[in-house]
Every structure is written in C-alpha cells, then in structure tokens.
C-alpha cells in the first residue's frame, strides 16, 4: 500500500503531461512575452491563462496559455490569488505550430519578480 502510495506520488507529474499532448506546441522553440493579464481559468485537467501583449506591428494581441492541472501548479506554489486581471507578467513557453497565439507555458515572471513554474518540464 505504501509503496504505491510512492509510486503514485512519484508517477503523478508524469501522468499530468503525458494525458495530454503537446504536439501542437513548438516545444524546442520557446518565446518570452510580456503583457498584462486579462484572466485566468482555474479549469481541469488544464488552467489556462490569458494575457495581452503588444505584437512587432504595436497591435495588443490576446494570447492564451496553457498551464499544468490546478494540482500540480499549487506544487510549483501557485494559489488562485497569485494573479488577477491587470496584472503584469512574463510568459516563457512553446508557441502554437499553428502561429495562433496560444502557447504551452513553461515559467512565468509575476510582476513582483516572482519566477513559478507552470509545467513540470520546461
Ligand atoms: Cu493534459
């Protein structure tokens, strides 16, 4: 019983990625963006985050990121009022092969300078 309680343990991170594929990401190329938070989904089996940030051609563009299960992300110390709408914060993460702007997170950069991960492998 205790040693699959530890299997369990152990095995979880890697149940959370693997049930959910990220082929649709670009996951060998990560980008940096910044922008100011519109709102957070705090949805299973995956949080989704939405920001805007300012494109080469000065336009705001919405994106929205995807996050690791609300569980995993309480691990990495997320709470759901570590950030709120307005917020500003620093995205790195696997964009969208599809060039929509979505992206797969890796770390997030809060505005206090705050660095929490967001997916268990960067
Ligand atoms: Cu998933």
């Given at each position: 019983m205790r040693a699959l309680a530890l299997f369990l343990l152990l095995t979880a991170p890697l149940l959370a990625t693997a049930h959910?594929?990220?082929?649709?990401?670009?996951?060998?190329n990560l980008i940096t963006l910044s922008g100011t938070v519109t709102k957070i989904e705090w949805t299973s089996p995956h949080v989704f985050l939405f920001f805007t940030s300012e494109n080469d051609a000065g336009e705001l563009v919405e994106w929205s990121v995807e996050l690791d299960p609300p569980v995993l992300l309480r691990r990495y110390g997320?709470?759901?009022?570590t950030v709120q709408a307005g917020d500003e914060i620093v995205f790195t993460g696997a964009p969208a092969k599809s060039g929509a702007p979505a992206m797969r997170g890796a770390i997030a950069i809060l505005s206090d300078g705050t660095e929490l991960r967001v997916w268990s492998r960067v």
């Open positions: 959910h594929s990220v082929a649709m990401y670009d996951n060998d997320w709470r759901q009022s």
